[in-house]
């Protein structure tokens, strides 16, 4: 037999009084966890937290929102500040698949390898390697790595043999 206990519901009031014991006279703000360079959590919300946020439209629609739903959006971002932006808020380097970089404009990686002072680390293939490098000038200051997976690469092409074909060599 399932047994449904319910918490006693307590004021705010009552768990501040109860934090204030608990941190020994510590403010209940030690509590507060910065997680990101722009986002802190706080171990309890009220609605007084949510009543200065705007809610003007459903999830999954807007500019930028994925909310809740499925959105027709697709995510593709061609703005170089938002690399830059990832950059300072304390990433250590920076890693790029060809697939996000094809989403990208060149102008729009050049631009923000112009501002970018972190290490970047670029996943390509051999050729997309050359492909970009000739499209693009990297600026004194960039730092990173061109990076290649022969394995994957082989066998993306066909070159790489199976346990069946024997290599006679």
Do not use: C
């Amino acid at each position: 037999m399932i047994r449904s206990n319910r918490m006693e519901q307590r004021t705010k009031e009552e768990w501040l009084t109860l934090v204030d014991t608990t941190l020994k006279g510590k403010s209940s703000d030690v509590l507060n966890k910065r997680i990101h360079t722009t986002y802190s959590t706080k171990p309890l919300y009220t609605q007084e937290d949510i009543e200065n946020i705007p809610v003007d439209e459903l999830p999954g629609q807007g500019l930028s929102t994925r909310g809740f739903t499925k959105s027709s959006n697709n995510w593709i971002n061609v703005n170089p500040s938002d690399l830059s932006r990832k950059a300072r808020e304390n990433q250590d380097s920076l890693s790029l698949t060809s697939q996000e970089i094809k989403k990208f404009p060149i102008a729009i990686i050049q631009t923000a390898l112009n501002e970018i002072h972190t290490p970047i680390h670029f996943s390509l293939s051999t050729n997309e390697q050359s492909e970009l490098a000739k499209e693009l000038t990297f600026p004194s200051t960039t730092r990173g790595v061109f990076q290649s997976d022969p394995i994957t690469e082989m066998v993306s092409t066909g070159k790489l043999w199976s346990d069946k074909e024997k290599r006679v060599g």
